[in-house]
Nanobody, 118 residues
């Protein structure tokens, strides 16, 4: 059973950088042919796919983030990480990591709420 667990600060000040980690257990992040996505959901809004890193290290981003997002991985720790720069209150959301397989997300973390105060 694959499990994903997001972690990081729950409060980030405006203009600072948001940093989150997704710890994966029960499966390797280098195992083919999976992708490891970051997805967020602002309060009262829908899900937004932010980006992903594939099993072989390719990285993709949602262009709407205007190059503020950076995704990386630590294969030794079996973790994926997300950094989002220059945050604003509009970045307040529950942030999820999820495993992608053939275009669909089959495992999700529980999510972590990140608040950017105004």
């Amino acid at each position: 059973q694959v499990q994903l667990q997001e972690s990081g600060p729950g409060l980030v000040k405006p203009s600072q950088m948001l940093s989150l980690t997704c710890a994966v257990s029960g499966g390797s992040i280098t195992a083919g042919y999976y992708g490891w996505s970051w997805i967020r959901q602002p309060p009262g809004k829908g899900l937004e796919w932010m980006g992903a890193i594939t099993y072989d290290g390719n990285i993709y981003y949602n262009p709407s983030l205007n190059s503020r997002a950076s995704i990386s991985r630590d294969t030794a720790k079996n973790q994926s990480s997300l950094q989002l720069s220059s945050v604003t209150p509009g970045d307040t959301a529950v942030y999820y990591c999820a495993r992608e397989h053939y275009g669909g997300m089959d495992y999700w973390g529980k999510g972590t709420l990140v608040t950017v105060p105004s």
